[in-house]
Every structure is written in structure tokens, then in C-alpha cells.
């Protein structure tokens, strides 16, 4: 189970689909070109409605949206290109067939392979100014940049570097791979942020708690980030 940094799961329906596309905000006449987003939970979506999202996508690890609601999602954006963004490696494949069914105007899928990659690169498009290409070389350019990180509490024993973590412990994974553990969620997260190359070169780290995690430990979380680096926009 998730416990920090990762994303709950919510249940939603759609007519023939499990899944159904929420519109962020009324979409008026057609545009030349906008984004919409897949997102495990509503708050993640909230979040990317925030930076511009035309229609968010409920899904996430175990309830991954169709490419029925991807296809919706693409027609209500309302735009001559839209860009896609799976945030789920599982989901690339399912959100580039939705495009080649797309009839009218153009789906191009930005290969975002989780949530947080998402949000970097939802954070830096920029519809309204940009070309198709200019937003796709920033896009890129996001993808290669930003890092995934989360932590996970373990439901069996594992070995991280050729230490035993037992089980009820805490992993955590640097672009999905686990580089550390730790007993507790602060001791985890203070873990990660070090076995971040150059940490205190980076300026903005975006922290999402998962339910459960207790406001001590969110603090405690927030304090570290602090101490990391100055610099660090937390």
C-alpha cells in the first residue's frame, strides 16, 4: 500500500465504462489545441485542471480507464490537437489507440509514464501561446528533467542493497526502482530526497500525502525537504 507520495484509488461509472471524463470548465468553441489527463483520485485531477487540463480521466494501478473513456475525453476537449497525458505506463498503449480513433481532429499521446512526470509536464504546456511542436519539445524536455519519487509500505520482506527490509517497513523508489527503506514514512522520505543526484540544484519538489499519513509525519515530511535544500520549492 502507498502510503506517501502516492495516489489513492477512487470508483466512478460511465455509461458502458467504469470510467467517466470530467470537464475542468466549459468549453465554448472549438480551440486550436489543449491537453487532458488521466488521474488515479479527484484531488490529482483537481490538480491538474489547475494547470489547464480541458477533461480529466479517472483511473489509476488497479482501475485503469478504457480506451472508450480515453476517446470521450478526447471528443469533449473540443480542440483541433489535443494532447494526452496516461500518467501510467499500462495506459500508453490504451490512450494512443483512443487517438486513432479519434474521427475528427488530432490525439497525440506525451508518453507520461506516471503521475508525477504528469505533473511536470502539465505544469509547463502552454496551450494558449505554443505551438503543437513548441509544446512538444517542452514536454520532452519536462520528461527528461523531472523525477518520479514515492514510498511504499513493504507486505513482505525485500532486500535493498543488501539489507533485509522486513515486512511493514517502508521502500522507497526513485524512478520506480527502490533505492531506500526506512522504518517510518519520515525516515523514508528523508532517505529518498538523499539518493537524489544534485538535490540542491532542484527548485521545486511537489509532495502528495495519501490517506492515512498523520499530520506529524506530514510535517515532519515538509521539515526535511526544508533541510535538503534553501533552495527547494517545496
Request: net charge negative.
Amino acid at each position: 500500500k502507498m502510503e506517501n507520495m502516492t495516489l489513492q484509488h477512487n470508483e466512478t461509472l460511465i455509461e458502458k465504462s467504469r470510467h467517466k471524463a470530467f470537464l475542468s470548465r466549459p468549453l465554448g468553441q472549438k480551440k486550436k489545441i489543449a491537453f487532458i489527463a488521466a488521474a488515479p483520485t479527484a484531488e490529482i485531477a483537481k490538480q491538474f485542471e489547475e494547470y489547464g487540463a480541458s477533461v480529466t480521466v479517472l483511473g489509476g494501478e488497479c482501475m485503469n480507464p478504457s480506451s472508450e473513456a480515453f476517446l470521450e475525453a478526447l471528443k469533449k476537449a473540443n480542440a483541433e490537437t489535443v494532447f494526452v497525458l496516461p500518467n501510467n505506463k499500462n495506459e500508453i498503449l490504451v490512450a494512443e489507440q483512443a487517438c486513432s480513433c479519434l474521427k475528427e481532429g488530432k490525439g497525440i499521446v506525451i508518453k507520461t509514464n506516471d503521475v508525477a512526470i504528469g505533473i511536470g509536464v502539465a505544469s509547463v504546456l502552454d496551450c494558449e501561446n505554443q505551438s503543437v511542436e513548441e509544446n512538444l519539445a517542452i514536454a520532452e524536455n519536462e520528461m527528461k528533467s523531472a523525477l518520479s519519487l514515492k514510498i511504499g509500505k513493504t507486505t513482505k520482506s525485500a532486500k535493498i542493497k543488501g539489507a533485509l527490509v522486513e515486512e511493514g517497513n517502508y521502500l522507497g523508489f526513485l524512478q520506480g526502482n527502490a533505492v531506500c527503506y526506512g522504518q517510518d514514512i519520515p525516515s523514508c522520505f528523508r532517505a529518498l530526497l538523499h539518493e537524489v543526484e544534485d538535490v540542491g540544484a532542484k527548485e521545486v519538489l511537489t509532495v502528495f500525502f495519501g490517506e492515512g499519513v498523520k499530520e506529524e509525519e506530514r510535517r515532519a515530511c515538509l521539515k526535511s525537504a526544508e533541510e535538503v535544500s534553501p533552495f527547494l520549492e517545496t
